[in-house]
């Protein structure tokens, strides 16, 4: 499956990647000229520098301007009062940013990752995008990029992202989930965060899944799934907002 979607990626890199440009690879040597890498994230996954990946549509879609700024802003001064690199990940113009810069202006959804600099309309534009970026999961990448969309990338964007170049933590807030009242197929609803968590090799710290989410089926279907879940300091599993959910978890983790 992954190497499924990494060959349709590839396909639609070339529209963005010339022949000239220089090549930037990832830990299976694939071409990863397409993906636009932060000095100082560049800097860090040469040195084998601590990094942590972040998420964007908590900020694009959680909340408003802004408390989504200063989140963001907040998020990364933790990873960094941690002895860790930031790595904000998100899709500006059609092209993967890893490292998104929190620099000149807020653009709604995420910092401006600039390179050569945008015009005042470019810029005032983006500042009133907000939620109309579109979500984006890891099936969606390809269509994001293919019509040069901006994306707030969600959890298996995320991994999917932070894997293919070699960034091997990811924090976030909570993970989807399995829905409630899923006891016949034409209500199943599954998030592909589990389908992903079963295929990325990315360690995903988070605060469970959602409370309005099905949370024993969750646990159940990452089973299947051949997720490792472990708790930080108990045996249970959080749900979001509160550190207990009645569910325990196969591994109980003191050490972090």
């Not at 990094?51 to 700024?69: D, K, R, W």
């Not at 050569?116 to 269509?143: C, F």
Request: hydrophobic share 45%.
């Amino acid at each position: 499956m992954a190497s499924s979607r990494n060959s349709r990626l590839a396909i639609i890199s070339r529209h963005f990647t010339s022949a000239t440009s220089p090549s930037k690879h990832g830990l299976n040597g694939q071409n990863l000229g397409w993906i636009k890498i932060s000095p100082e994230v560049s800097i860090a996954l040469k040195h084998g520098s601590p990094i942590v990946a972040l998420e964007s549509t908590i900020i694009s879609h959680g909340m408003p301007y802004p408390q989504n700024f200063e989140t963001a802003k907040e998020l990364e001064v933790i990873v960094r009062e941690h002895g860790a690199v930031p790595a904000t990940i998100a899709i500006l113009d059609g092209i993967p940013c890893m490292g998104v810069y929190l620099i000149l202006r807020f653009i709604g959804f995420f910092s401006l990752f600039l390179v050569g600099g945008l015009t005042t309309e470019e810029l005032e534009n983006l500042a009133h995008l907000g939620s109309k970026a579109r979500k984006t999961a890891s099936r969606d990448i390809a269509l994001v990029m293919a019509g040069r969309e901006n994306g707030a990338t969600t959890v298996s964007a995320t991994m999917h992202l932070a894997s293919m170049v070699g960034i091997p933590i990811f924090v976030t807030g909570g993970i989807g989930g399995v829905h409630r009242h899923g006891d016949n197929i034409t209500a199943m609803d599954i998030s592909s965060d589990l389908t992903e968590l079963g295929n990325t090799p990315v360690a995903v710290i988070s605060a469970g899944v959602k409370s309005i989410l099905d949370i024993p089926r969750t646990l159940e279907y990452l089973e299947t799934q051949r997720v490792t879940v472990a708790a930080y300091k108990t045996d249970e599993f959080p749900a979001f907002f509160t550190q207990t959910s009645g569910y325990k978890v196969h591994i109980l983790s003191l050490i972090l």
